[in-house]
């Protein structure tokens, strides 16, 4: 069994694990088996050896170390590290080194973990297979024929690789979730607020969220209690403390009540559809209420998130220009310049979502909609409720079927989108989900199992995950 983020933390503190040992074992795995996989955009071998040695010579010394001492963490390209390049795995940032950390790197770094790398992703985030990436795709290290999911497939190839005890992805759709489900990991998308977004680079602000991939569900809750609570220099951080996850029993689902959404069940796969049964008799051997339920909003959810998240791309993405960031392709003029340093920054999937969103903006469509997909939204977001007041968490698959083939989709936007569908209304209504890998389906490819719950029930969401662990085949 693979040691746990508290029992390397454990031997780092005792002396028995020698920091610079560990990271450099996890580097001698990067050397041999990157090439092929493909997961990272930048590997911090330096820095990360460099880091070990201050760890060890601080335990030598006998001062205290952090929570994640010596723990070798990989992050998505999207996060802001100081001394770094960010790319967003779009040429337009090429060699755009950011002047400050992210907060959640920050605490990161705080609690002494190790940042091996920053990972590949779909550019500015936008994709389900990090096959829209100008650093080339990622390939599924359970299957090298097959996408890792996406957009953060490098985080949770590098999980799966073993490159990494852990990693931080950015979840707007459904990127941290279907990425680990693609790749036999865990995912966890924080509720709306509970992270810091300061210094992740915004794709769709209203959605984005910060999340854990880790080898487990402990793991993945003990990076959550890290990285979450207020911070000050994002104006949408929730004003709540990190909530305590770690070290939670879950023994038992008594008294749980857990409705199967069945419009996020039907269209999926027969064998993810099978193993999404095996989870539900496992909790209710565990002693929970399981039943089929109804929440029909959520077919509109989709549809809705390619208007909203576009709509907030167009104008998020209207600050690379060619002055501030990253590339310029110089012309006579400067409007010139900016498109030519546009038209050749940016892939096409980003156009399609530019100019989807810029379409949808309009004046004269902006109530058509935009409008129309904030109403929708809304409507969403009051059927959760609706659910919740008869049940403490709900259960669906993470994604209709496992990992596709390379280039299967690449070509087809919308059968692309379609991989999101039962990850997308959580990121709509701002709740917490967690996808747990839980048997394998076609091709003996890893099944992830989704596992939504209310705003700030992630304490509720994780002991279900965790049973569900215990019992997956
Ligand atoms: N795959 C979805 C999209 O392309 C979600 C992406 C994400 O969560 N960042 O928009």
Redesign the pocket.
Known sequence: MAKTIEAIVAGVRSGEIDPVALVDQHLKLIEENEPSTNAFITVLADHARQKAGEIASRVAAGDPVGRLAGVPVAVKDNLCLRGAPTTCASRILEHWHPPYDATVLSRLLAEDAIIVGKTNMDEF????STEHSARGPTHNPRDMTRVPG??SGGSAAAVAARFAQAALG??????IRQPAAFCGVVGLKPTYGLVSRYGLVA?ASSLDQVGPLAGSVADAALLLEIIAGHDHMDSTSLDAPAPRLAGQAADSAEGLSIGIVRELSDGADPEVKRRLDEAAESLERAGARVESCSIPEVSYALPAYYLL?PAEASSNLARYDGVRYGLRVNAADTPTMNARTRSVGFGAEVKRRIMLGTYALRAGYYDAYYGQAQRVRTLLIRAFDAAYERYDALLSPTAPTTAFRLKERVEDPIAMYLS?VCTIPSNLAGHPAISVPFGTGEAGMPVGVQVMAPALAEAVMVRVATILEQAAP
């Open positions: 985030a936008m994709g389900s996406g957009s950015s979840d707007t759709g459904g990127s794709f998240a999101d």
